[in-house]
């Protein structure tokens, strides 16, 4: 027995090592082409400018309708290039739609997304207001900055470099700026979605707002990656209601409606939804793990025996365990309207971000079988599903993978999976790939100014986002 285990032993052994020396990189060849953005300076007061409208979406409504048409005229006058040659449309009064015609109308289209609204920001956390557009010697900081007037300026400053290069694409590309995606895009993306489907659009993807380029962030890899996201997690609103018996607080039930609130909550803590690499997690790590050492390569390189110890390391920390499964976060509560009154009813909102492969209806099974408490109700108040995967190995993805490197050949580029959502999901009925991605480069500190205090990005990122896009659009337009 012991010779059969020895044996049994060095087989796994022999091909683990056997799988790790054909684990090669998936990197493409680069050739470094230096960024030169001409009149940088004007570049980044235009986004600048942008950044001074406070075209904030704060859940009670569009943005002032004021802002959003000041923020257009903007465009409007920034890019004369592209507004004499592109059609530009009000879409939901608020939104904007360009069209550049192709010369081959039978082409499938290329779509650039992006979005004109922001979240709120309270200036008195801020180191600079966060619409004043602040411009230093390195960084262009304001609300926007990163999310998301970065992606739209970059897109049109892009576009109007090629039409004065004289570039004609062959096939039509549209940039949909909707004004709604902090609040779900259901006015903005979704309206221009419609509309490009009744006209009978096809493209042949989407890229949208996203992830980005990380620097110092993956443990074991010192050169930048660039995590392009080819799915996107869902979303689901989810009301606990726990129903107790009112009264005075002085002679109370052993549970009270809080009572048992809190009970289903703790016991959902306890008790997540399971784990499991899904399809774009996988290819991220095949990716990825051709640049580690050879001990985690030879790890990433057999998953069908080391799967296990990866999940428990992801699970380790709140941001690879988010890769892993669906989470559930409590993040609002209510109860009784004076201290000393019991609630006859205790409600809690759970936030859940919906792993591909799972649905609403397995989310609720495990929901329901954890609590386990007839008194304690559910409630779906919002649900979005995840969108499943795009190909890491289609045309516009290894455009995207050369963009990037020959901008800097030390990036490594890497299909992942988007953990928030974006205004990408209204369009992945026209497009045969969704992609999520915005070339910012983000280190550890950068991470808390998305949607958080001091959002800003730096000069020379700025213009290496301009000339990505630039190059991207050719290069997918040109056929």
């Known amino acids: 027995m012991l ?72 465009l409007r006058a920034s890019f004369p290039l592209v507004h004499q040659t592109l059609v530009r449309e009000n879409i939901a009064e608020y939104s904007l739609l360009y069209t550049w015609k ?58 109007e470099l090629l039409l004065a290069e004289g570039f004609v694409p062959e096939r039509s590309v549209y940039l949909a700026f909707g004004h709604d995606e902090e609040v779900g895009g259901y006015e903005g993306a979704r309206v221009i979605a419609d509309i490009l489907q009744a006209r009978g659009v096809v493209a042949e993807a989407t890229i949208d707002e996203g992830m980005v380029i990380t620097e110092g962030i993956m443990d074991g890899i010192t050169d930048p990656v660039a995590l392009v996201g080819i799915a996107e997690k869902g979303f689901m609103n989810l009301e606990l209601v726990a129903r107790g018996t009112g009264g005075h607080s002085s002679m109370p039930p052993r549970k009270t409606a809080v009572g048992l609130l809190s009970q289903a909550i703790v016991r959902l803590q306890k008790h997540p939804m399971p784990g499991s690499l899904s399809d774009s997690v996988e290819q991220m790590l095949a990716y990825v793990g051709p640049e580690f050492s050879y001990g985690r390569r030879l790890v990433m390189a057999n998953l069908w025996l080391f799967g296990g110890m990866v999940k428990s390391s ?57 609590i386990d408490d007839s008194r304690v109700s559910l409630n779906v108040i919002e649900m979005v599903s995840p969108q499943e995967s795009s190909s890491s190995d289609s045309r516009v993805f290894h455009i995207m993978a050369d963009s990037l490197r020959s901008m800097d050949p030390s990036i490594i580029v890497s299909p992942g999976l988007m953990l928030a959502l974006t205004d990408s999901r209204h369009y992945a009925k026209l497009s045969n790939d969704v992609y999520r991605f915005t ?15 001091d959002e800003r990005i730096a000069v020379s990122n700025y213009a290496e986002i301009i000339a990505f896009n630039r190059r991207l659009i050719r290069a997918v337009a040109s056929n």
Not at 58 to 68: F, K, V, Y
Not at 440 to 453: S, T, Y
């Open 314 to 370: 992801f699970s380790e920390k709140h941001a690879t365990d988010a890769l892993l499964r669906t989470t559930m976060a409590p993040t609002m509560l209510e109860g009784s309207s004076k201290a000393n009154v019991l609630a006859q009813e205790a409600k809690a909102i759970i936030n859940l971000r919906i792993k591909p492969g799972d649905t609403e209806e397995s989310v609720l099974k495990h929901i329901r079988k954890t």
């Open 102 to 159: 192709g010369q081959d109308p039978t082409l499938p289209a290329l779509i650039l997304a992006g979005h004109l609204d922001v979240v709120p920001a309270d200036p008195k956390r801020w180191s600079h207001d966060p619409f004043a557009g602040k411009v230093d010697r390195l960084h262009i900081y304001g609300r926007g900055a990163m999310d998301d007037k970065v992606t739209v300026m970059a897109i049109l400053e892009a576009v």
């Open 3 to 74: 010779l059969t285990w020895l044996a049994a032993i060095f087989v796994v052994g022999c091909i683990a090592v056997w799988r790790t020396s054909g684990f090669e990189s998936k990197q493409r060849p680069a050739t470094h082409t230096p960024v030169a953005i001409p009149d940088l300076g004007a570049r980044v007061e235009r986004l600048s400018k942008a950044i001074q409208f406070p075209t904030v979406s704060d859940g009670s409504g569009n943005p002032p309708a004021a802002q959003l048409f000041a923020l257009h005229e903007h």
């Open 439 to 453: 070339a910012m480069r983000l280190g550890p500190e950068d991470l808390a100014r998305l949607h958080g205090v």
